[in-house]
Protein backbone atom coordinates (compact mmCIF):
# COMPACT_ATOMS: atom_id res chain seq x y z
CA UNK A 1 0.00 0.00 0.00
CA UNK A 2 1.09 3.30 -0.98
CA UNK A 3 2.08 5.89 2.24
CA UNK A 4 -0.27 7.96 0.32
CA UNK A 5 -2.91 7.63 -2.78
CA UNK A 6 -4.70 9.89 -4.64
CA UNK A 7 -6.97 9.39 -8.46
CA UNK A 8 -4.30 10.33 -11.01
CA UNK A 9 -7.83 11.47 -13.12
CA UNK A 10 -8.25 13.48 -14.63
CA UNK A 11 -11.35 15.05 -12.66
CA UNK A 12 -13.19 16.93 -14.88
CA UNK A 13 -15.55 19.20 -13.53
CA UNK A 14 -18.14 22.40 -15.16
CA UNK A 15 -17.65 25.82 -14.12
CA UNK A 16 -19.01 26.86 -11.22
CA UNK A 17 -19.61 23.33 -10.08
CA UNK A 18 -17.94 21.54 -6.50
CA UNK A 19 -14.57 19.90 -7.90
CA UNK A 20 -13.71 16.94 -4.98
CA UNK A 21 -10.39 15.87 -4.58
CA UNK A 22 -9.49 12.67 -2.08
CA UNK A 23 -6.26 11.11 -0.52
CA UNK A 24 -5.76 8.38 1.30
CA UNK A 25 -2.80 7.76 4.05
CA UNK A 26 -1.39 4.72 5.48
CA UNK A 27 0.40 6.52 8.53
CA UNK A 28 -2.32 6.43 11.80
CA UNK A 29 0.45 8.50 13.17
CA UNK A 30 0.29 11.63 10.53
CA UNK A 31 -0.50 14.56 12.26
CA UNK A 32 -0.41 17.32 9.55
CA UNK A 33 -2.03 17.53 6.19
CA UNK A 34 -1.73 19.99 3.22
CA UNK A 35 -2.95 20.57 -0.57
CA UNK A 36 -0.80 21.91 -2.70
CA UNK A 37 -1.75 23.17 -6.31
CA UNK A 38 0.69 22.56 -8.60
CA UNK A 39 0.15 24.03 -12.47
CA UNK A 40 2.22 22.69 -15.09
CA UNK A 41 5.58 23.62 -15.57
CA UNK A 42 5.10 25.30 -12.25
CA UNK A 43 6.53 24.77 -8.55
CA UNK A 44 3.72 23.24 -5.80
CA UNK A 45 1.97 26.14 -3.87
CA UNK A 46 0.57 25.15 -0.61
CA UNK A 47 -3.14 26.45 -0.80
CA UNK A 48 -4.36 24.72 2.54
CA UNK A 49 -3.42 22.75 5.64
CA UNK A 50 -5.47 21.28 8.26
CA UNK A 51 -4.59 19.28 11.37
CA UNK A 52 -7.38 18.06 13.62
CA UNK A 53 -10.49 16.17 12.64
CA UNK A 54 -13.43 18.32 10.81
CA UNK A 55 -13.54 20.45 8.07
CA UNK A 56 -11.86 23.55 7.49
CA UNK A 57 -12.79 26.75 5.07
CA UNK A 58 -10.58 29.54 3.03
CA UNK A 59 -13.01 30.80 0.58
CA UNK A 60 -13.66 28.69 -2.01
CA UNK A 61 -11.55 25.89 -0.74
CA UNK A 62 -12.64 23.47 2.13
CA UNK A 63 -10.45 20.53 3.37
CA UNK A 64 -12.24 17.79 5.31
CA UNK A 65 -10.17 15.27 7.60
CA UNK A 66 -10.73 12.01 8.90
CA UNK A 67 -8.30 10.34 11.01
CA UNK A 68 -10.33 7.49 11.73
CA UNK A 69 -11.28 6.75 7.79
CA UNK A 70 -7.56 8.02 7.34
CA UNK A 71 -8.81 10.32 4.67
CA UNK A 72 -8.61 13.70 3.69
CA UNK A 73 -10.21 15.60 0.94
CA UNK A 74 -10.38 19.37 -0.86
CA UNK A 75 -13.72 20.58 -2.30
CA UNK A 76 -13.07 23.44 -4.67
CA UNK A 77 -16.74 25.45 -4.89
CA UNK A 78 -17.61 27.46 -7.68
CA UNK A 79 -14.68 25.79 -9.87
CA UNK A 80 -12.83 28.31 -12.43
CA UNK A 81 -11.12 27.69 -15.52
CA UNK A 82 -8.07 28.81 -13.17
CA UNK A 83 -8.45 26.15 -10.37
CA UNK A 84 -7.69 23.70 -13.84
CA UNK A 85 -3.96 22.06 -11.69
CA UNK A 86 -2.51 18.77 -10.59
CA UNK A 87 -3.91 19.12 -6.61
CA UNK A 88 -0.55 17.39 -4.61
CA UNK A 89 -2.16 15.69 -0.96
CA UNK A 90 0.91 15.71 1.43
CA UNK A 91 1.01 13.72 4.68
CA UNK A 92 3.44 15.12 7.84
CA UNK A 93 4.03 13.25 10.98
CA UNK A 94 6.50 13.57 13.91
CA UNK A 95 7.41 9.76 13.92
CA UNK A 96 8.79 10.13 10.39
CA UNK A 97 10.92 12.87 9.08
CA UNK A 98 9.52 13.92 5.72
CA UNK A 99 6.45 15.23 4.52
CA UNK A 100 5.11 12.61 1.94
CA UNK A 101 3.33 13.19 -0.96
CA UNK A 102 0.87 12.00 -3.26
CA UNK A 103 1.08 11.75 -6.79
CA UNK A 104 -1.46 13.95 -6.85
CA UNK A 105 -5.00 14.31 -8.97
CA UNK A 106 -5.06 16.24 -12.15
CA UNK A 107 -8.75 18.74 -12.32
CA UNK A 108 -9.69 20.39 -15.78
CA UNK A 109 -12.46 23.09 -15.07
CA UNK A 110 -14.37 23.33 -18.39
CA UNK A 111 -15.61 26.35 -19.27
CA UNK B 1 11.25 37.73 3.22
CA UNK B 2 12.20 36.36 0.00
CA UNK B 3 11.17 32.55 -0.80
CA UNK B 4 12.92 29.74 -1.65
CA UNK B 5 15.40 30.09 -3.81
CA UNK B 6 16.59 27.70 -6.21
CA UNK B 7 19.65 27.99 -8.94
CA UNK B 8 20.26 27.32 -11.62
CA UNK B 9 16.85 27.44 -12.60
CA UNK B 10 17.96 25.79 -15.65
CA UNK B 11 20.72 22.98 -16.28
CA UNK B 12 21.81 21.41 -19.41
CA UNK B 13 24.58 19.07 -18.95
CA UNK B 14 26.17 16.06 -20.84
CA UNK B 15 26.41 12.77 -20.05
CA UNK B 16 29.50 11.99 -17.82
CA UNK B 17 29.37 15.13 -16.14
CA UNK B 18 28.31 16.80 -12.93
CA UNK B 19 25.11 18.45 -11.91
CA UNK B 20 25.56 20.91 -8.57
CA UNK B 21 22.14 22.29 -7.98
CA UNK B 22 21.71 24.54 -5.09
CA UNK B 23 18.91 25.81 -2.77
CA UNK B 24 18.55 28.55 -0.08
CA UNK B 25 15.58 28.14 2.25
CA UNK B 26 13.76 30.48 3.35
CA UNK B 27 14.69 32.95 6.38
CA UNK B 28 13.98 31.19 9.68
CA UNK B 29 13.91 28.15 7.25
CA UNK B 30 16.59 25.10 8.94
CA UNK B 31 14.85 22.10 7.26
CA UNK B 32 15.33 21.55 3.53
CA UNK B 33 13.50 19.08 1.60
CA UNK B 34 14.57 17.66 -1.94
CA UNK B 35 12.14 16.04 -4.57
CA UNK B 36 12.45 15.26 -8.09
CA UNK B 37 9.74 15.21 -10.08
CA UNK B 38 9.93 13.20 -14.05
CA UNK B 39 7.38 14.65 -16.90
CA UNK B 40 3.70 14.07 -15.75
CA UNK B 41 4.57 12.12 -12.66
CA UNK B 42 4.29 13.24 -8.70
CA UNK B 43 6.76 14.61 -6.46
CA UNK B 44 9.07 11.69 -5.16
CA UNK B 45 11.08 12.44 -2.08
CA UNK B 46 14.88 12.47 -1.95
CA UNK B 47 16.36 13.64 1.23
CA UNK B 48 15.42 15.49 4.34
CA UNK B 49 18.21 17.72 5.53
CA UNK B 50 18.43 20.09 8.52
CA UNK B 51 21.95 22.36 9.42
CA UNK B 52 25.07 20.35 8.88
CA UNK B 53 22.90 16.99 9.06
CA UNK B 54 20.94 14.43 6.88
CA UNK B 55 18.17 13.00 8.92
CA UNK B 56 16.43 10.80 5.93
CA UNK B 57 18.10 9.93 3.05
CA UNK B 58 15.93 7.22 1.94
CA UNK B 59 14.67 8.57 -1.14
CA UNK B 60 18.23 8.88 -2.84
CA UNK B 61 19.91 6.59 -4.93
CA UNK B 62 22.39 4.86 -3.59
CA UNK B 63 25.13 6.17 -6.28
CA UNK B 64 26.14 9.58 -7.73
CA UNK B 65 23.71 11.36 -5.53
CA UNK B 66 24.59 13.42 -2.50
CA UNK B 67 23.42 16.24 -0.72
CA UNK B 68 24.21 18.67 2.41
CA UNK B 69 23.45 21.46 4.07
CA UNK B 70 26.00 23.33 5.53
CA UNK B 71 26.26 25.81 8.65
CA UNK B 72 26.80 28.19 6.39
CA UNK B 73 25.45 28.70 2.63
CA UNK B 74 22.88 26.77 0.61
CA UNK B 75 21.91 23.08 0.31
CA UNK B 76 23.67 21.15 -2.23
CA UNK B 77 21.99 18.57 -4.24
CA UNK B 78 25.10 16.63 -6.02
CA UNK B 79 24.39 14.31 -9.05
CA UNK B 80 27.53 12.74 -10.66
CA UNK B 81 28.48 11.52 -13.97
CA UNK B 82 24.75 12.33 -14.78
CA UNK B 83 22.95 9.97 -17.45
CA UNK B 84 19.54 10.95 -19.47
CA UNK B 85 17.46 9.41 -16.53
CA UNK B 86 18.15 11.94 -14.54
CA UNK B 87 16.66 14.55 -16.35
CA UNK B 88 13.74 15.92 -13.91
CA UNK B 89 12.98 19.03 -12.14
CA UNK B 90 14.60 18.81 -9.35
CA UNK B 91 12.26 20.90 -6.43
CA UNK B 92 13.51 21.72 -2.81
CA UNK B 93 11.24 23.07 -0.57
CA UNK B 94 12.05 24.55 3.35
CA UNK B 95 10.27 24.27 6.81
CA UNK B 96 10.08 25.61 10.34
CA UNK B 97 10.22 21.78 11.49
CA UNK B 98 8.90 18.51 10.58
CA UNK B 99 5.39 19.24 10.66
CA UNK B 100 4.87 22.49 9.42
CA UNK B 101 3.98 23.35 5.99
CA UNK B 102 6.81 23.44 3.34
CA UNK B 103 7.42 26.26 1.45
CA UNK B 104 8.79 25.16 -2.46
CA UNK B 105 11.41 27.21 -4.77
CA UNK B 106 10.87 27.34 -8.17
CA UNK B 107 12.58 24.09 -9.06
CA UNK B 108 16.05 23.16 -11.06
CA UNK B 109 15.17 21.96 -14.58
CA UNK B 110 18.14 19.53 -15.28
CA UNK B 111 18.50 18.49 -18.83
CA UNK B 112 20.82 15.42 -19.56
CA UNK B 113 21.25 15.25 -23.44
Known amino acids: QKEVEQNSGPLSVPEGAIASLNCTYSDRGSQSFFWYRQYSGKSPELIMF????GDKEDGRFTAQLNKASQYVSLLIRDSQPSDSATYLCAIGNTGGFKTIFGAGTRLFVKA | NAGVMQNPRHLVRRRGQEARLRCSPM?????VYWYRQLPEEGLKFMVY????????ESGMPKERFSAEFPKEGPSILRIQQVVRGDSAAYFC???????????FGQGTRLTVV
Open chain 1, 50 to 53: IYSN
Open chain 2, 93 to 103: ASSEDRVSEAF
Open chain 2, 27 to 31: KGHSH
Open chain 2, 49 to 56: LQKENIID
